[in-house]
């Protein structure tokens, strides 16, 4: 990847321009049966879109808290570089009361209501779908993005060294945390067109770093599972094999 980059917005940028049709997040649920699999063109889009959302729909601005109450899943991967991509700082599982805005997933709405700001919503569902019934104060997700656009350009320009994530009391700038990234990815030893598979859930750094951060950084890919105890006996290895990972986290 660019040694140039620092913020993952600009890791995302990076592997658009060196390889947009490889796979970036492939994600499993074993509780649904769900498997859905981004290249880094699909995936970059989707932040793009959100991106927009944000910033436009939301009136979003660099330095505002944006509380993700979401659990380890692809659009939760999305968020957080949409996030970067404002200058918006991503607190993960934050206090919503304290927030400028929140996004929260189906289980978490009554939390994420304590919010003064706006407020987004999403099901979670497989293929990205909607509420049956939108939630009363939120607004639908999966019903505001598809009308975005598909480029994004940022209103003001986002500082590297200003703070991006904050996750289980820890803060990050843009800066630290590729930092950060990259040396995890050298720990794990992934390279280009290395597949991780992670289980951990995006509550740590390092289930964040693993699901997302570390192989955007190393130019690899990320097998996300969430519910992995659902499989059945020789699951794993099955799955091991048919996705060619390479490394894993659990």
Same mark, same amino acid.
């Given at each position: 990847?660019?040694?140039n980059?620092?913020?993952?917005?600009?890791?995302?940028?990076?592997?658009?321009?060196?390889?947009?049709?490889?796979?970036?997040?492939?994600?499993? +649920?074993?509780? *649904?049966?769900?498997?859905?699999?981004?290249?880094?063109?699909?995936?970059?889009?989707?932040?793009?879109? *959100?991106?927009?959302?944000?910033?436009?729909?939301?009136?979003?601005?660099?330095? +505002?808290?944006?509380?993700l %109450? %979401?659990p380890?899943?692809?659009? *939760?991967?999305?968020?957080?570089?949409a996030?970067s991509?404002?200058g918006?700082?991503?607190?993960?599982?934050?206090?919503?009361?304290t927030?400028d805005?929140?996004?929260?997933?189906? +289980?978490?709405?009554?939390?994420a209501?304590?919010?003064?700001?706006?407020?987004?919503?999403?099901? %979670?569902r497989? %293929?990205g779908?909607?509420?049956?019934?939108?939630?009363?104060?939120?607004?639908d997700?999966?019903?505001e993005?598809?009308?975005?656009?598909?480029?994004?350009?940022?209103?003001?320009?986002?500082?590297?060294?200003?703070?991006?994530?904050?996750?289980?009391?820890?803060?990050?700038?843009?800066?630290?945390?590729v930092?950060?990234?990259?040396?995890?990815a050298?720990?794990?030893?992934?390279?280009?067109?290395?597949?991780?598979l992670?289980?951990?859930?995006?509550?740590t750094?390092?289930?964040?770093?693993?699901?997302?951060?570390?192989?955007?950084?190393?130019?690899?890919?990320?097998?996300l599972?969430?519910?992995?105890?659902?499989?059945?006996?020789?699951g794993?290895?099955?799955?091991?094999?048919?996705?060619?990972? *390479?490394?894993t986290a659990?």
């Amino acid at each position: 990847m660019n040694a140039n980059d620092r913020t993952p917005a600009d890791l995302l940028r990076s592997a658009l321009a060196a390889d947009p049709a490889r796979p970036l997040v492939t994600y499993y +649920d074993d509780a *649904t049966g769900e498997r859905v699999e981004l290249s880094v063109a699909t995936f970059a889009n989707w932040v793009a879109k *959100t991106a927009n959302l944000l910033q436009g729909e939301l009136s979003a601005e660099p330095g +505002d808290r944006l509380a993700l %109450l %979401l659990p380890a899943h692809w659009q *939760t991967a999305v968020w957080l570089l949409a996030c970067s991509s404002v200058g918006v700082v991503a607190d993960v599982g934050g206090d919503p009361a304290t927030a400028d805005l929140v996004v929260s997933g189906p +289980d978490t709405l009554d939390a994420a209501r304590a919010c003064s700001g706006e407020r987004v919503a999403l099901a %979670l569902r497989p %293929l990205g779908g909607r509420f049956p019934q939108p939630p009363e104060g939120f607004a639908d997700y999966a019903v505001e993005v598809p009308s975005q656009g598909d480029r994004f350009a940022a209103y003001a320009p986002v500082d590297p060294d200003e703070p991006a994530l904050a996750i289980a009391g820890l803060e990050l700038t843009g800066a630290e945390l590729v930092e950060r990234a990259r040396a995890d990815a050298a720990e794990l030893g992934l390279a280009p067109g290395s597949r991780l598979l992670s289980a951990l859930p995006y509550d740590t750094w390092d289930g964040l770093s693993a699901g997302l951060y570390a192989p955007l950084a190393a130019g690899a890919s990320v097998v996300l599972c969430r519910h992995l105890d659902r499989l059945g006996e020789g699951g794993l290895e099955k799955r091991i094999e048919s996705e060619r990972v *390479t490394a894993t986290a659990r």
